[in-house]
């Protein structure tokens, strides 16, 4: 695993592509709260729900404040195919060569069923106005996972 990040250090900058097409920095949110999560795959049915979870959510959460960012290994194309189908509103960025997951600790070994291999570890992090890592979380569980945070982030 790549190494993980610590509370209240700077989050890591990026610069990454939406589905869009927009190159977007995680920079531009200075001033604002943001949470960044990190998923396998689009279409996946893991990565559906929390997505799915997200948008039914999002209204609470930017009401406290929060942006939402996804980020994924998928090509944009992919992205832009997956949140026309899911009807997602936030902002997904392709992450294709995992640059910024592995600077995010979001890379590393996982087991799926019986096979062992390096990829993509389902992470949260909510980065504070100061662009300072205010919560860390590796390994989420994608059900319930946006009620768990919603509750820890009084949204």
């Not at 695993?1 to 097409?21: I, K, Q, S």
């Amino acid at each position: 695993m790549t190494d993980e990040l610590e509370l209240g250090h700077l989050a890591p900058d990026f610069t990454l592509t939406d589905a869009t097409g927009v190159e977007r920095s995680l920079s531009d949110y200075r001033g604002r709260k943001v949470i960044v999560y990190f998923y396998p795959a689009a279409f996946t049915p893991g990565c559906t729900t929390e997505a799915c979870d997200f948008r039914d959510n999002l209204g609470s959460l930017e009401g406290a404040g929060y942006t939402v960012l996804g980020i994924s290994p998928d090509s944009v194309a992919r992205l832009a195919e997956w949140a026309d189908a899911e009807q997602l509103p936030f902002t997904l960025l392709s992450d294709e060569g995992a640059e910024v997951a592995k600077t995010w600790g979001a890379w590393g070994q996982k087991t799926v069923g019986d096979r062992t291999f390096d990829g993509l570890i389902r992470s949260t992090m909510v980065v504070d106005e100061d662009g300072r890592l205010q919560s860390i979380e590796y390994n989420v569980d994608p059900n319930g996972h946006v009620g768990r945070l919603r509750e820890a982030l009084a949204a």
